[in-house]
């Protein structure tokens, strides 16, 4: 049995309509966790739920199911509103020990992301984890390795250059527009459109800092309504206003910027409606259009102090962005690499047997030091006796914890293990040990003690 495991879909093995049939919104999430706690199924439990992946990470428990993956599934299909689809081969992945905890470490540093570099991910999985934590199905192992895959990510944005660019259009146009200006808390932005396209766009905008933002819909409402919520989103002073198409000529007559994103079938920034304003204008005005069919008339780039830019323009700097991204890859893995050997040289010293091993070196430490203070006092015969003494009540005292630890590694829960085997390992300052010197001769001083551990066992 792995003492972790990830059972999973995402955007490499299914389609949308599989994933979207198997995503959970955050009170399912925390139902379905609190299923896991209830039945002891696993020790410990984390489901990581986005539009692109829905993965569970889990400790499995000594009573754990027969198929993980079929688990799974039934605990979706008991939390969701309607039953999972049926999924084609391949959609579902497993992946154990290692490999779970190297895929983790990828997907917080957005390697295994549909955008590779992209930010989102590595909040969503801290939010996983916080549910987890909520859920107290987050124990010994899930916390320490959470917490590792929080620096992975931390580590792969500041140590390379692999999140840097805009990697997306509506984050594109903003970036191409920061290029130009040098604040945009002091320019004024005409937003032409109000749908999901232009909502990321305007939040880009905030994001950078914009201070003014008209914008503009053919549903006046909805422009009213996503001003006010970029109002409540932007950190500084913001004067955000709403417009109908009617009254674009003015309100582009007021704007440096402008970025259109409607979805008409028409282009709705005219030139027989804009070139009379903008024939006035004297300073310069930067359009990007990034809507397909476009929304600016192509002639109104021929005019003086006007710039236009479209989607072909963007996608140029998002692929070089991206190529970027893709140079800064191995960088990463390397990281990642790093993390995972780290990972496990921990995973590993929170093992029984090296546990065992040094809780007798270090006793032997302690009795060795003791007879060397005292052992003076006594000579020939007594001198035996003391040795004698000691030895055997340094076995008595490690008989108990020593039974215990064995007894965890044949029958216990993989968290309690973990969990005992490190506060053992804290109690007697057991990683310091382990780090003073090569194991050499004090393994071979261990084991000629261990031999006698029966017969302490037998008169305990």
């Given at each position: 049995?792995?003492?972790?495991?990830v059972?999973?879909?995402?955007h490499?093995?299914?389609?949308?309509?599989?994933?979207?049939?198997?995503?959970?919104?955050?009170?399912?999430?925390?139902?379905?966790?609190?299923?896991v706690?209830?039945?002891?199924?696993?020790?410990?439990?984390?489901?990581?739920?986005?539009?692109?992946?829905?993965?569970?990470y889990?400790?499995?428990?000594?009573?754990?199911?027969?198929?993980?993956?079929?688990?799974?599934?039934?605990?979706?299909?008991?939390?969701?509103?309607?039953?999972?689809?049926?999924?084609?081969?391949?959609?579902?992945?497993?992946?154990?020990?290692?490999?779970?905890?190297?895929?983790?470490?990828?997907?917080?540093?957005?390697?295994?992301?549909?955008?590779?570099?992209?930010?989102e991910?590595?909040?969503?999985?801290?939010?996983?984890?916080?549910?987890?934590?909520?859920?107290?199905?987050?124990?010994?192992?899930?916390?320490?390795?959470?917490?590792?895959?929080?620096?992975?990510g931390?580590?792969?944005?500041?140590?390379?250059?692999?999140?840097?660019?805009?990697?997306?259009?509506?984050?594109?146009?903003?970036?191409?527009?920061?290029?130009?200006?040098?604040?945009?808390?002091?320019?004024?932005?005409?937003?032409?459109?109000?749908?999901r396209?232009?909502e990321?766009?305007?939040?880009a905008?905030?994001?950078?800092?914009?201070?003014?933002?008209?914008?503009?819909n053919?549903t006046?409402?909805?422009?009213?309504?996503?001003?006010?919520?970029?109002?409540?989103?932007?950190?500084?002073?913001?004067?955000?206003?709403?417009?109908g198409?009617?009254?674009?000529p003015?309100?582009?007559?007021?704007?440096?910027?402008?970025?259109?994103s409607?979805?008409?079938?028409?282009?709705?920034?005219?030139y027989?409606?804009?070139?009379?304003?903008?024939?006035?204008?004297?300073?310069?005005?930067?359009?990007?259009?990034?809507?397909?069919?476009?929304?600016?008339?192509?002639?109104?780039?021929?005019?003086?102090?006007?710039?236009?830019?479209?989607?072909d323009?963007?996608?140029r700097?998002?692929?070089?962005?991206?190529?970027?991204r893709?140079?800064?890859?191995?960088?990463?893995?390397?990281?990642v690499?790093?993390?995972?050997?780290?990972?496990?040289?921990?995973?590993?010293?929170?093992?029984?047997?090296?546990?065992?091993?040094l809780?007798?070196?270090?006793?032997?430490?302690?009795?060795?030091?003791?007879?060397?203070?005292?052992?003076?006092?006594f000579?020939?015969?007594?001198?035996?006796?003391?040795?004698?003494f000691?030895?055997?009540?340094?076995?008595?005292?490690?008989?108990?914890?020593?039974?215990?630890?064995k007894h965890?590694?044949?029958?216990?829960?993989?968290?309690?293990?973990?969990?005992?085997?490190?506060?053992?390992?804290?109690?007697?300052?057991?990683?310091?040990?382990?780090a003073?010197?090569?194991?050499?001769?004090?393994?071979?001083?261990?084991?000629?003690?261990?031999?006698?551990?029966?017969?302490a066992?037998?008169?305990?």
């Amino acid at each position: 049995m792995p003492e972790l495991l990830v059972i999973g879909t995402s955007h490499h093995t299914a389609p949308v309509e599989v994933r979207e049939g198997l995503a959970l919104a955050p009170d399912a999430v925390r139902r379905l966790l609190a299923q896991v706690r209830a039945d002891h199924a696993w020790d410990e439990a984390l489901l990581l739920s986005t539009c692109n992946r829905t993965e569970f990470y889990a400790v499995p428990g000594p009573a754990g199911p027969a198929d993980p993956a079929a688990d799974l599934v039934a605990r979706l299909g008991r939390v969701r509103p309607a039953p999972p689809p049926a999924l084609p081969d391949g959609a579902l992945y497993r992946l154990d020990d290692r490999e779970a905890v190297r895929h983790l470490f990828r997907v917080a540093a957005s390697l295994d992301s549909q955008i590779v570099g992209e930010s989102e991910i590595l909040g969503q999985v801290k939010t996983a984890y916080h549910q987890a934590v909520e859920a107290r199905t987050a124990g010994f192992l899930l916390n320490r390795l959470l917490h590792r895959a929080f620096r992975v990510g931390k580590r792969v944005r500041t140590e390379t250059a692999l999140g840097q660019g805009s990697a997306g259009v509506p984050q594109a146009a903003v970036e191409l527009a920061a290029q130009v200006f040098a604040d945009l808390a002091q320019k004024t932005v005409l937003l032409v459109g109000a749908g999901r396209t232009a909502e990321a766009v305007a939040r880009a905008l905030v994001a950078r800092g914009a201070g003014r933002l008209i914008v503009a819909n053919r549903t006046l409402y909805r422009a009213q309504q996503l001003a006010l919520d970029l109002a409540g989103e932007s950190a500084g002073p913001s004067t955000h206003e709403a417009v109908g198409l009617d009254d674009l000529p003015p309100a582009v007559a007021r704007a440096d910027l402008v970025i259109a994103s409607t979805g008409a079938t028409e282009p709705v920034l005219t030139y027989d409606a804009l070139a009379p304003v903008l024939a006035r204008r004297t300073r310069p005005l930067m359009i990007i259009d990034i809507a397909v069919p476009r929304d600016v008339d192509a002639r109104l780039g021929r005019l003086e102090h006007v710039y236009l830019y479209d989607i072909d323009d963007l996608d140029r700097l998002v692929e070089r962005n991206m190529a970027e991204r893709r140079r800064e890859i191995p960088r990463a893995e390397a990281i990642v690499d790093d993390e995972v050997a780290e990972f496990e040289r921990w995973l590993a010293s929170r093992q029984v047997a090296p546990t065992i091993r040094l809780l007798r070196r270090r006793l032997r430490g302690i009795r060795l030091a003791q007879i060397d203070r005292y052992g003076k006092q006594f000579a020939g015969a007594d001198r035996d006796q003391l040795e004698a003494f000691t030895r055997s009540m340094a076995k008595r005292i490690l008989h108990h914890p020593i039974a215990l630890l064995k007894h965890l590694a044949a029958d216990g829960a993989t968290s309690e293990r973990l969990a005992t085997v490190d506060l053992v390992r804290r109690l007697f300052d057991l990683d310091a040990l382990e780090a003073e010197a090569p194991a050499g001769e004090a393994e071979a001083a261990d084991e000629a003690e261990a031999a006698d551990e029966t017969d302490a066992a037998d008169d305990a």
